[in-house]
């Protein structure tokens, strides 16, 4: 068998298995460009299978939401590719983007995103009324019993509590039938028992209804309801956990966020060093960051005086 000449890069060639709803490839997206650039995702490769509750955690900044908006296909990529259904979604006009977002890809958001001036029903059809498209009573229905909405279709969502709104933006995002939900901190503005309900349904769904969805979330707890769980830092996985709970999660969490404290200490260290050195080294040729630095230093030094 020989292994050292293969192609390694094979893998990511090939297109989707049938078990799998949605795969990054060499994911980059930077915002900005040049010295302002930030890399908010740094060559991610990920699959999510069909089927499966994936949660994604993570310090704010992270990522999080940015992996979530571009495989939805709501924001673009600097480079790589996103597999949906065969298709490469980065390659796609805005007119093929807006038919996926609309019929295949649903999205769920911590703010719930409802128009404020239609009733849950109206709110919950929006999808199927913009495409002009007939609701699927029976389902309709499913989605309304499940979720516990039948006292509630005819009030707007100011006559709503959060809990009541995040169900309606649930029965929203699943009214078309996505094969695929994204759920960016559904609750983040939850209590606990809200929570906890829509949780339990977002696991139903997938458990019952052959639903595939992402969440991110910020509590170990919520993503102990997933099957999955992984966790990003600075625009890369860093963790990938089958079965989390939520001890596992808290401790993997806390694992992270004490090597960025180190690196950041790490770093302030460094930067005092380079500054020092400049000061010391002036006469030598500095190097252009050293320049940098000594520039900084000075004009720091000059505005103290
Ligand atoms: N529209 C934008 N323009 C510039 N920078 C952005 C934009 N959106 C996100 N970022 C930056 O990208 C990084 C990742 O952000 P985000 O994906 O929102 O993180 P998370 O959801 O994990 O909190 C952060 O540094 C953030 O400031
Ligand atoms: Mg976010």
Same mark, same amino acid.
């Given at each position: /068998?020989? $292994?050292?000449?293969?192609?390694?890069?094979?893998?990511?060639?090939?297109?989707?298995?049938?078990?799998?709803?949605?795969?990054?490839?060499?994911?980059?997206?930077?915002?900005?460009?040049?010295?302002?650039?930030?890399?908010?995702?740094?060559?991610?490769?990920?699959?999510?299978?069909?089927?499966?509750?994936?949660?994604?955690?993570?310090?704010?900044?992270?990522?999080?939401?940015?992996?979530?908006?571009?495989?939805?296909?709501?924001?673009?990529?600097?480079?790589?590719?996103?597999?949906?259904?065969?298709?490469?979604? &980065?390659?796609?006009?805005?007119?093929?983007?807006?038919?996926?977002?609309?019929?295949?890809?649903?999205?769920?958001?911590?703010?719930?995103?409802?128009?404020?001036?239609? &009733?849950?029903?109206?709110? @919950?059809? /929006?999808?199927?009324?913009?495409?002009?498209?007939?609701?699927?009573?029976?389902?309709?229905?499913?989605?309304?019993?499940?979720?516990?909405?039948?006292?509630?279709?005819?009030?707007?969502?100011?006559?709503?509590?959060?809990?009541?709104?995040?169900?309606?933006? @649930?029965?929203?995002?699943? @009214?078309?039938?996505?094969?695929?939900?994204?759920?960016? !901190?559904?609750?983040?503005?939850?209590?606990?028992?809200?929570?906890? !309900?829509?949780?339990?349904?977002?696991?139903?769904?997938?458990? %019952?209804?052959?639903? &595939?969805? $992402?969440?991110?979330?910020?509590?170990?707890?919520?993503?102990?309801?997933?099957?999955? #769980?992984?966790?990003?830092?600075?625009?890369?996985?860093?963790?990938? !956990?089958?079965?989390?709970? #939520?001890?596992?999660?808290?401790?993997?969490? /806390?694992?992270?966020? %004490?090597?960025? &404290?180190?690196?950041? $200490?790490?770093?302030?260290?460094?930067?005092?060093?380079?500054?020092?050195?400049?000061?010391?080294?002036?006469?030598?040729?500095?190097?252009?960051?050293?320049?940098?630095?000594?520039?900084?230093?000075?004009?720091?030094?000059?505005?103290?005086?």
């Amino acid at each position: /068998m020989t $292994v050292g000449n293969s192609p390694v890069h094979s893998q990511s060639m090939q297109l989707p298995s049938r078990g799998i709803a949605i795969q990054a490839v060499d994911l980059v997206k930077d915002y900005g460009s040049g010295a302002n650039a930030v890399h908010a995702l740094r060559d991610v490769n990920v699959s999510f299978e069909r089927g499966r509750f994936t949660a994604i955690m993570g310090p704010s900044g992270s990522g999080k939401s940015t992996l979530m908006h571009t495989l939805a296909g709501l924001d673009s990529a600097t480079s790589g590719r996103i597999l949906f259904g065969g298709k490469d979604l &980065t390659r796609m006009n805005d007119k093929q983007l807006t038919l996926l977002r609309r019929n295949k890809i649903g999205f769920i958001f911590q703010s719930f995103n409802l128009l404020p001036m239609f &009733t849950a029903e109206q709110n @919950i059809l /929006m999808p199927l009324t913009l495409a002009g498209a007939k609701a699927d009573r029976a389902w309709f229905d499913l989605l309304v019993e499940t979720l516990g909405l039948r006292q509630r279709l005819n009030h707007r969502p100011n006559e709503l509590s959060g809990g009541q709104q995040q169900r309606v933006a @649930i029965a929203r995002a699943l @009214i078309t039938k996505p094969s695929l939900v994204f759920a960016d !901190e559904p609750t983040g503005n939850l209590d606990s028992v809200s929570s906890a !309900e829509v949780l339990g349904f977002l696991k139903q769904s997938v458990n %019952e209804l052959d639903q &595939t969805i $992402v969440m991110v979330t910020h509590d170990a707890v919520a993503a102990s309801y997933a099957d999955r #769980a992984i966790v990003f830092a600075d625009g890369r996985i860093v963790a990938d !956990e089958p079965h989390p709970t #939520a001890e596992a999660m808290n401790n993997l969490l /806390m694992a992270e966020r %004490e090597r960025a &404290t180190r690196a950041a $200490v790490a770093s302030d260290a460094h930067d005092h060093f380079v500054r020092a050195d400049a000061f010391a080294d002036s006469d030598a040729e500095p190097s252009a960051k050293r320049r940098s630095s000594h520039r900084r230093a000075a004009a720091t030094a000059r505005h103290a005086a």
